[in-house]
């Protein structure tokens, strides 16, 4: 979401300049930035950013310099100069006030001058300004496929060393239970050194820890996510938020499988296995 385009061209005898801004946003937020002459046409280029960009605070900042002149008239309104006239000298001799009428007087007085513009089009001016827009745009876009192939990449990556990640605990875990039925078996020969060991005792105190430590349906659910994530990336377009769904639930899963690991080494892959999860999410802030 994060990108930038321009363009500058003149259409019909105005040069139109056009810049889009954008930065991380959890929705669209069109900012459009107009000169006086061309405010009527907000709203169109809201809609032609939105066309292109689902996600993202974007500032849009057009300006226009006319190349021709705009044959503008001003014309002196008499019968408003001579009523001023007569009144101003009935002032200086009904009351003998100075008399310092002046062209510079005159001329700020209201109403003194009528201004005509040429009528303008501004149906032809909305449509010469958006082809620039739609020029700003495609460099926009351009920019933002190249950032968006090198995410692409970056989160493929993260996502097999998670799955790397997910392979070790699961092998982890289940060198636990035979370690911990190792130890409880050591353990009972320790203290009933004299007395046969009930093999069945151990059996079920092993089923029992293995249940508890069991992340079998976690690590599923989390490979799962991971292919998910993969397909949404190979179907492109604007799987920004569904990734910060599915991010919600990976974290969830990691979260419970930290919670069943006993063994230190396995925390600490699953601590890494957050951490890469994280720089998922951060990247994620920059999909549409």
Do not use: W
């Not at 996510?225 to 990691?254: I, P, S, W, Y």
Request: hydrophobic residues 40%; glycine residues 4%; charged residues 30%.
């Amino acid at each position: 979401m994060t990108s930038y385009g321009r363009a500058v061209e003149t259409v019909n005898g105005r040069e139109y300049t056009v810049e889009l801004r954008s930065v991380n946003n959890r929705y669209l937020d069109c900012t459009v930035k107009l000169p006086r002459a061309l405010s009527f046409a907000e709203e169109a280029v809201k809609q032609a950013v939105k066309t292109s960009v689902s996600r993202g605070k974007v500032d849009v900042y057009v300006s226009m310099k006319s190349e021709v002149s705009d044959d503008t008239v001003i014309t002196l309104n008499k019968a408003i100069l001579e009523g001023y006239l007569t009144a101003m000298r009935r002032m200086v001799s009904e009351y003998g006030i100075r008399d310092d009428i002046s062209t510079s007087t005159m001329s700020r007085l209201p109403e003194m001058f009528s201004v005509e513009k040429p009528q303008v089009d501004e149906e032809q001016l909305q449509k010469d300004m958006l082809s620039v827009v739609d020029r700003a745009l495609a460099g926009y876009d351009e920019m933002r496929c190249k950032e968006g192939q090198a995410l692409d990449a970056d989160l493929r990556s993260r996502g097999q060393t998670i799955l790397e990640l997910v392979s070790q605990v699961e092998q982890g875990n289940a060198q636990t239970v035979v370690d911990y039925r190792e130890r409880l078996e050591n353990k009972l020969k320790e203290v009933l050194a004299s007395v046969n060991i009930d093999e069945s005792r151990i059996l079920t105190e092993a089923a029992i820890f293995a249940d508890k430590v069991a992340v079998d349906e976690e690590t599923v659910r989390l490979r799962s996510h991971l292919a998910q994530m993969e397909e949404m990336l190979t179907a492109g377009g604007a799987v920004g938020r569904k990734l910060d769904f599915l991010l919600q639930e990976m974290n969830r899963e990691a979260n419970t499988i930290g919670s069943k690991c006993t063994d230190v080494r396995l925390a600490r892959i699953v601590v890494d296995i957050k951490a890469e999860l994280e720089k998922i999410r951060e990247q994620t802030q920059n999909i549409e």
